[in-house]
């Protein structure tokens, strides 16, 4: 059975600084990419970032670029997001997924989210 499983998450000030990291496993995810999206109450999930299989390729929604940074380590099979400069519009609950091949056709497998809370 394949999992992902977040961690990170919690209630911190703007301008202050997260890490989530998502683990896998259940089953090898060659060539799958992983990808880290939100969803703020009230609103629909909305697409945060995404990396490559061996972490040569990523991309970021025009909200996080320049202060979000996703990576992975594939031998430990986890993705992680370094959030700086955090804002209260980026409060939501934050999911990690992971989809074959780059850019990922379809999100095939989810977590179950982590909170992260940005107070003014």
């Known amino acids: 059975q394949v999992q992902l499983v977040e961690s990170g998450g919690g209630l911190v000030q703007a301008g202050g600084s997260l890490r989530l990291s998502c683990a896998a496993s259940?089953?090898?995810?060659?060539?799958?990419?992983m990808g880290w999206f939100r969803q703020a109450p009230g609103k629909e999930r909305e697409f945060v970032a995404a990396?490559?299989?061996?972490?040569?390729?990523?991309r970021y929604s025009d909200s996080v670029k320049g202060r979000f940074t996703i990576s992975r380590d594939v031998a430990k099979m986890t993705a992680y997001l370094q959030m700086n400069s955090l804002k209260p519009d980026d409060t939501a609950v934050y999911y990690c997924?992971?989809?074959?091949?780059?850019?990922?056709?379809?999100?095939?497998?989810w977590g179950q989210g982590t909170q992260v809370t940005v107070s003014s």
């Open positions: 990396i490559s299989w061996g972490g040569g390729s990523t």
């Open positions: 997924a992971a989809g074959y091949g780059y850019p990922a056709a379809r999100w095939d497998y």
């Open positions: 259940g089953r090898t995810f060659g060539g799958y990419a």
